[in-house]
């Protein structure tokens, strides 16, 4: 795969859910080690297209190609195994359960006992959770500690680590700084500068403007389920965003060549 090769890309994608209409030939591109701003008023087709990309929801039409290759997601599981995980708005986190535990829950490291029976290495598993949260530079107390003590940008962090644990290469996240204190949002954002340092390609769905213009390389506006512009951020503005986001386009905005339909 060559670097213009996008690690994911969405073709012509229609969504219908009976008589609505959710998609309608909705494109979308992610690079390798790029941050994508994805925003648009609520019922715009943010999380439906998420969705799509993480293979909860197959496509009515359109297609879906990962570093470039057609593919066709049957389950959140298959876009697992080509590395796209999706951290949800309400994180699905286990709160009694301990921060190493949820990293690797469902994909516990084993060991076998009397040579043939696999038992959950809990030795290892803290050992491999510590390591990650080290490279993700995501302090806490210990990895014994349960979710439920935690604060809630360490909960955001737990449930980004656990996206990355297993490699991922496109990690989708819904509202990741919606319900955290001023001082938290910092750190789940620099987080996410992290993730695109590492090379991973990250899409972001926010309302809050402060978030995508300080970590994203670009936006994506979404409009009553199609595209509606896009740009990087460097060459737009939040009053332009928002002016995009109530379905306005400016002249100057359509010489420029930044919307997509």
Not at 45 to 59: C, D, E, Q
Not at 84 to 102: H, K, S
Not at 162 to 171: C, D, G, K, P
């Amino acid at each position: 795969m060559s670097e213009a090769t996008p690690v994911i890309e969405a073709r012509g994608i229609y969504k219908y859910f009976g008589a609505i209409t959710a998609l309608e030939d909705v494109n979308l591109r992610l690079m390798k080690g790029e941050v994508l701003g994805v925003v648009g008023d609520n019922g715009a087709g943010k999380s439906t297209l998420m969705k799509v990309l993480a293979g909860m929801y197959p496509p009515n039409k359109g297609e879906l190609l990962v570093q470039g290759q057609p593919q066709r997601l049957r389950s959140p599981r298959d876009a697992r195994d080509l590395g796209i995980e999706m951290v949800y708005q309400d994180l699905a986190l286990a709160g009694n359960m301990r921060i190493d535990e949820n990293i690797f829950l469902g994909r516990e490291h084993t060991r076998n006992a009397l040579g043939f029976i696999p038992l959950v290495n809990h030795k290892l598993n803290a050992v491999r959770a510590q390591e990650h949260l080290d490279r993700l530079k995501i302090q806490v107390k210990s990895v014994n500690q349960r979710v439920e003590e935690l604060s809630g940008g360490q909960r955001q962090a737990v449930a980004i680590a656990r996206a990355t644990a297993l490699h991922a290469q496109i990690v989708i996240m819904d509202e990741p700084t919606a319900a955290l204190a001023i001082k938290e949002v910092r750190k789940v954002l620099d987080l996410i500068k992290d993730l695109r340092n590492s090379g991973i390609g990250v899409i972001l769905i926010s309302h809050r403007l402060d978030d995508i213009f300080y970590v994203c390389d670009r936006i994506m506006v979404l409009f009553h389920g199609r595209n509606f512009a896009e740009a990087p951020l460097g060459k737009t503005d939040r009053n332009e965003v928002i002016g995009w986001i109530m379905g306005n386009k400016s002249k100057e905005n359509v010489s420029a060549g930044m919307p997509l339909s």
